[in-house]
């Protein structure tokens, strides 16, 4: 049974930062795709990051701004996203999981997710 676990999540002020953690069980994080998605109240989730499982640089989303970074420990089987300079914007639910090549999720579980919250 697939299942992740995030957290990292918190409050945190305009301009801050923060590191979010994404354990995984039952598949191994270096044989997919992975990526970070994020869902505000009244809007869908959306993909904000994705690492590949091959020799390639991470991909994010353009609104990003070069703000996150995506990374990946083998050894822990987990994955992380880097939040530097903080918006408002940024304020959502956080979640991860295997991306397949049209952008969807691979596994129907998701994780209870991570609340980020960004205000002053």
């Known amino acids: 049974q697939v299942q992740f676990v995030e957290s990292g999540g918190g409050l945190v002020q305009p301009g801050g930062s923060l590191r979010l953690s994404c354990s995984a069980s039952?598949?191994?994080?270096?044989?997919?795709?992975m990526g970070w998605y994020r869902q505000a109240p009244g809007k869908e989730r959306e993909l904000v990051a994705r690492?590949?499982?091959?020799?390639?640089?991470?991909n994010y989303a353009w609104f990003l701004e070069g703000r996150f970074t995506i990374s990946r420990d083998d050894a822990k089987n987990t994955v992380y996203l880097q939040m530097d300079k903080l918006k408002p914007d940024d304020t959502a639910k956080y979640y991860c999981n295997a991306v397949n090549t049209i952008l969807t999720p691979v596994f129907s579980s998701w994780g209870p997710g991570t609340q980020v919250s960004v205000s002053s």
């Open positions: 690492i590949f499982n091959w020799d390639s640089p991470p």
């Open positions: 039952g598949i191994n994080v270096n044989q997919y795709t």
